[in-house]
C-alpha cells in the first residue's frame, strides 16, 4: 500500500499527462485540464510545506544558541514580519503606499539585484586567473568569447574597417557553431529527459517517494 | 620583471574588483553614447508587433525579478509602450513568484501614461505557480488557470478577457523571461503544441541557449540582454525621447558595457601574457 | 516635488542595503551576513504571499468555499466541488510534517512528480528533438538560390554554413555518444565536434560577461542615482545616501576589525 498506490497514481497520472499531447477530445481536455489545476495548487502549497519546514529547522538553532543563531533569527523575523503585512494588506498588497509595497521594492529588490550584481566583480577575478589558452580548444573557447564581447558592444561595432565585419562573424559564430553545438546538447538533454521521464512513469525510478 | 609578473598574477582580487566598479562608474558619469546597430532578430521582433492592428490582443508574461532588473526591465518597458501605443489590448501575467510587486507597477505607469483604462484595456492576471504547469495550462484553458485578476475581480468579468480562451487566442506572445520558467519552457510545452506565435526577451546568459530557437522559428524574435533591450528602445523611440519623462537605461548603460567588456579583455590578454612569460620561464 | 517620507526613507535603506552585500567585495562580515539573512527571510515570504494570492486562494480556496456555501444552502455546488480534491492533496502533502503518517505524503508527490514526467517528455520530445533535428536539415538548393556558397552580406550564410551546421551537429551528437569506442575515424569527427563545442561555449562566456555587467550596472545607476528624474533626486539625494552609507559601514566594520573580528571563511580575502 505505501509503495503500491504512489506507484499506480505515477503510472496513472504520467500516462495521462503524455496522452493530453496527443489526443485533443473534449472529455479527455476535461480530464487533463483539471489535473493540471490540481498540480498548480499543489505547487503553491509546496511553499508553505517549505516554510514549514524553514521554521522547525532554525528555532533549535536559535533557542540552542548555535552558531549563526542571531541571524537565522533576523531571517525569520524578517520573514515574520512580511508575511504578516503580506495578510494583512491583502489583495491590497501592492498598491502605492502599501507596507508590502515598500517591502519590497525597499529591500527586496536591492538585495536580490545587488546579490546578483557581485557576479560581475567574481567573473572578472575569474577571467584574469583561470581563463588561459592552454591548447587549441581553450584557445578556441577564448578566441570566440572576445570576438563576441567585441562585437556585441558599440565600441566594436564602430570600429574603423572591421566593426562591420565583426558583426558578421559573431552573427555567423553564434548562427552556425553555437546552433550546432546548442542542438546537440538539447538534443541529448531531450533524450536524457524522455529516458528519465519514461522511468519515473514505469516505476523503475522512485526516488521521489524515498527509495 | 618575472616577479613582477608572478606577483602580478597572485594580485590581491579586490584590485580586480575595484577596476571593475571604476569601468562601471566612469561611463555612467561621463557617457559618451556611441552609436549601436539593431540586430536582426530584435527587429524582427519589432516589426512583428508594429504590424499588429489597433485592437489586436497580446499576452505579456513577465518573468523577471530585480536579480535581472537591468537587463531586460527595459525591454519590458519599451514593449508596453509599444503595445499602448498602437491601441493593442495587453493581458500581462507572470509565473515568477516574486515579479508581481515589480511588473504590475509598471504595467499601471505606463498604462496610466496613454490613458487606457484597467480591465478595458490591460489587465493583470497576476502569478501562477506550477512553472510548466501553469504554462500547459494557460495553453489549455486560461480562465480555469487564472479564474481572477491579481486584484479578485472574476476574470469572466473582465472586458480585455472576453473571448479569451487559451493562449492560441492571442495574436502574439511575447515573453519577458529571465530564466526558468520562461521561454524554453514556453516553447517546450504550448509554442509547438498549439503553434503560437512567441517573441522572447532574455538575459544575456540565456541568450545563445535560445538562438536554436529562433532559427528554427520557434520564436518569432528575440531580443537578449541589455543590447537587445536597447536595441528595442532604439527602434521604440527613434527620437530618444520616451512619453511620459522617462529614461532609456538601457540605451544609457551601453558605454558601460563598452569599457566593462574591455576591462574583461584586457584582464584575459594580461592575464595570457604573464601566464605564458613565467610558464617558458618555469 | 515632494516625496512621501516613506519614499525617501526607502530609497535610503535601498542605497545602504546595497552597499551592505557590496561589502562583501571586500571581505566576509556580518554586515553582509545580516543583510543576506534578511534577504532570505523576506523573499521566502514574497514567496508565499504570492503563492498564496496567485494560486492558493483563486484555483483552490475561492472555488472550496464556493461549493461549502452552495451546499450550506442547499443548492447544487457544481464544478467548484472538485476543488475538494487538491484541498484534500494538500492536507495530504502536509503529513509529511507527521513522521508516523508521512508516507501518505508520497501520493500528492507521486502526482506532482508523475505530472512534471508527462509533461517534461512530450515537451523535449517535440521542442528540443523533432523540431531541432528536422531544422537542422539544410536545404542547399534553396540556400543556394538565396545566398549562393557563402554570402558575408547575410552573416556567412549560404550552403558552406548550412553544411557546417549539420555536420557539426553530428560531429557533437558523436562526441557525446559513448556506447561505443572512439576509434580513429571516430576520434576525428569527434575532435571537429568538440571545436564546435568549443565555439558555442565561447560565445556563451562572452555573453555571461555581458549580463553580468549588466546587473553592476543596475545597481550602479541606483547609487548615482541615474535611475531617478532630477526632481526626484533633488528630494533623495542619492548620491550623498550612498557616500553616508559608505562612511557609515566603514565606521562600522573599522569597529568590528578592531575587536578582532574574523572574516569566517577565507573565500572572500584569499588572493
Redesign the interface.
Same mark, same amino acid.
Given at each position: 500500500m505505501?509503495r503500491t498506490?504512489?506507484?499506480i497514481?505515477?503510472?496513472?497520472?504520467?500516462?495521462?499527462?503524455?496522452g493530453?499531447?496527443?489526443i485533443p477530445h473534449y472529455g479527455y481536455?476535461m480530464l487533463?485540464?483539471? %489535473?493540471?489545476?490540481?498540480?498548480?495548487?499543489?505547487?503553491? +502549497?509546496?511553499? =508553505? /510545506? *517549505?516554510?514549514?519546514? @524553514?521554521i522547525?529547522v532554525n528555532i533549535p538553532k536559535i533557542t540552542q544558541r548555535k552558531p549563526?543563531w542571531f541571524?537565522?533569527l533576523?531571517?525569520?523575523?524578517?520573514?515574520?514580519?512580511?508575511?504578516a503585512i503580506?495578510?494583512i494588506g491583502?489583495?491590497d498588497?501592492?498598491v502605492?503606499?502599501a507596507a508590502?509595497?515598500?517591502?519590497?521594492?525597499?529591500?527586496?529588490?536591492?538585495?536580490?539585484?545587488?546579490?546578483?550584481?557581485?557576479?560581475?566583480?567574481y567573473?572578472?577575478?575569474a577571467? %584574469?586567473?583561470a581563463?588561459?589558452?592552454r591548447n587549441?580548444? +581553450?584557445g578556441? =573557447? /577564448? *578566441?570566440?568569447?572576445? @570576438?563576441?564581447?567585441?562585437a556585441?558592444?558599440?565600441?566594436?561595432?564602430?570600429l574603423p574597417y572591421i566593426g562591420e565585419?565583426l558583426?558578421?562573424?559573431m552573427?555567423?559564430?553564434?548562427?552556425?557553431?553555437?546552433?550546432?553545438?546548442?542542438?546537440?546538447?538539447?538534443?541529448?538533454?531531450?533524450?536524457g529527459?524522455?529516458a528519465?521521464?519514461?522511468r519515473?512513469?514505469l516505476g523503475l525510478e522512485r526516488s521521489?517517494?524515498?527509495d | 620583471m618575472f616577479d613582477f609578473l608572478v606577483r602580478f598574477q597572485a594580485m590581491d582580487r579586490r584590485w580586480i574588483f575595484l577596476g571593475m566598479a571604476i569601468a562601471i562608474v566612469l561611463p555612467l558619469l561621463f557617457p559618451f553614447k556611441m552609436p549601436f546597430r539593431v540586430d536582426e532578430r530584435v527587429q524582427a521582433l519589432f516589426d512583428e508587433v508594429d504590424r499588429l492592428p489597433a485592437g489586436s490582443r497580446v499576452l505579456v508574461s513577465a518573468d523577471f525579478d530585480p536579480g535581472s532588473r537591468p537587463e531586460i526591465e527595459p525591454f519590458y518597458r519599451a514593449n508596453l509602450h509599444h503595445l499602448f501605443r498602437k491601441d493593442v489590448k495587453i493581458v500581462v501575467l507572470t509565473l515568477w513568484e516574486s515579479a508581481p510587486p515589480l511588473v504590475q507597477p509598471i504595467l499601471e505607469e505606463i498604462a496610466g501614461i496613454y490613458g487606457k483604462t484597467y480591465g478595458e484595456d490591460y489587465v493583470f492576471l497576476g502569478y501562477k505557480a506550477g512553472r510548466e504547469v501553469a504554462i500547459k495550462s494557460i495553453g489549455a484553458d486560461i480562465p480555469k488557470t487564472f479564474p481572477t485578476d491579481s486584484r479578485g475581480t472574476p476574470v469572466e468579468r473582465i472586458p480585455v478577457m472576453r473571448g479569451i480562451q487559451k493562449a492560441a487566442d492571442f495574436a502574439l506572445i511575447v515573453n519577458v523571461s529571465s530564466g526558468n520558467p520562461g521561454t524554453k519552457e514556453y516553447v517546450m510545452q504550448i509554442q509547438g503544441q498549439y503553434n503560437l506565435k512567441l517573441a522572447s526577451s532574455t538575459t544575456a546568459v540565456s541568450g545563445p541557449d535560445y538562438i536554436p530557437f529562433y532559427k528554427a522559428g520557434q520564436l518569432f524574435g528575440l531580443a537578449a540582454g541589455m543590447p537587445g533591450s536597447a536595441q528595442y528602445e532604439k527602434l521604440t523611440f527613434p527620437d530618444g525621447k520616451v512619453p511620459g519623462g522617462g529614461k532609456l537605461m538601457a540605451t544609457a548603460s551601453m558605454d558601460v558595457l563598452n569599457l566593462g567588456h574591455l576591462y574583461i579583455m584586457a584582464l584575459i590578454l594580461f592575464g595570457n601574457l604573464a601566464y605564458f612569460i613565467t610558464r617558458r620561464r618555469d | 516635488m515632494e516625496l512621501s517620507t516613506a519614499t525617501l526613507l526607502g530609497a535610503w535603506v535601498s542605497i545602504f542595503l546595497t552597499i551592505c552585500i557590496l561589502s562583501f567585495l571586500y571581505e566576509d562580515n556580518p554586515v553582509y551576513k545580516l543583510a543576506e539573512h534578511l534577504f532570505l527571510g523576506v523573499s521566502i515570504a514574497v514567496s508565499v504571499v504570492e503563492a498564496y494570492y496567485g494560486t492558493f486562494k483563486p484555483n483552490m480556496l475561492d472555488p472550496v468555499g464556493r461549493a461549502a456555501t452552495a451546499v450550506a444552502s442547499g443548492s447544487d455546488p457544481g464544478w467548484d466541488a472538485v476543488s475538494v480534491i487538491p484541498l484534500l492533496l494538500c492536507g495530504v502533502l502536509f503529513l509529511k510534517l507527521v513522521p508516523k503518517l508521512s508516507w501518505v505524503a508520497r501520493i500528492p508527490i507521486a502526482f506532482l512528480v508523475a505530472m512534471f514526467a508527462g509533461l517534461k517528455l512530450t515537451g523535449e520530445a517535440n521542442a528540443n528533438l523533432m523540431t531541432q533535428v528536422a531544422e537542422s536539415m539544410p536545404n542547399l538548393g534553396q540556400l543556394w538560390i538565396d545566398h549562393g556558397l557563402w554570402d558575408w552580406s547575410a552573416d556567412g550564410a549560404g550552403v558552406i554554413s548550412g553544411l557546417v551546421l549539420v555536420l557539426g551537429l553530428c560531429a557533437c551528437l558523436l562526441h557525446f555518444y559513448f556506447s561505443a569506442p572512439h576509434n580513429r575515424p571516430l576520434r576525428v569527427v569527434s575532435r571537429f565536434g568538440v571545436l564546435m563545442l568549443m565555439f558555442g561555449f565561447g560565445a556563451s562566456f562572452g555573453y555571461t560577461v555581458m549580463g553580468r555587467i549588466s546587473l553592476a550596472i543596475g545597481r550602479a545607476q541606483e547609487l548615482l542615482g541615474l535611475d531617478r528624474s532630477l526632481e526626484q533626486n533633488a528630494v533623495v539625494h542619492p548620491r550623498i545616501a550612498t557616500l553616508a552609507s559608505i562612511v557609515l559601514l566603514v565606521g562600522v566594520l573599522a569597529v568590528w576589525k578592531l575587536r578582532g573580528g574574523k572574516p569566517e571563511s577565507d573565500e572572500a580575502t584569499e588572493s
Open positions: 505505501k498506490l504512489p506507484l497514481i505515477t503510472f496513472f497520472v504520467g500516462i495521462v499527462m503524455v493530453e499531447f496527443f481536455r487533463t485540464d483539471e %489535473f493540471l489545476q490540481w498540480g498548480l495548487v499543489l505547487a503553491a +502549497a509546496a511553499y =508553505l /510545506l *517549505g516554510i514549514v519546514n @524553514l522547525q549563526d541571524y537565522k533576523i531571517m525569520l523575523l524578517s520573514l515574520a514580519i512580511t508575511l503580506g495578510f491583502g489583495q498588497r501592492q502605492e503606499g508590502y509595497r515598500w517591502v519590497y521594492s525597499s529591500v527586496f529588490t536591492p538585495l536580490s539585484a545587488t546579490m546578483f550584481s557581485l557576479l560581475a566583480f567573473i572578472a577575478s577571467a %584574469f586567473r581563463f588561459r589558452a587549441l580548444d +581553450a578556441l =573557447l /577564448l *578566441g570566440a568569447a572576445m @570576438l563576441v564581447m567585441l556585441r558592444v558599440p565600441i566594436g561595432e564602430n565585419g558583426g558578421h562573424l552573427n555567423w559564430i553564434m548562427d552556425v557553431p553555437n546552433t550546432a553545438a546548442r542542438r546537440s546538447i538539447f538534443i541529448g538533454g531531450a533524450l529527459a524522455i528519465t521521464g519514461l519515473v512513469i521521489h517517494l524515498g | - | -
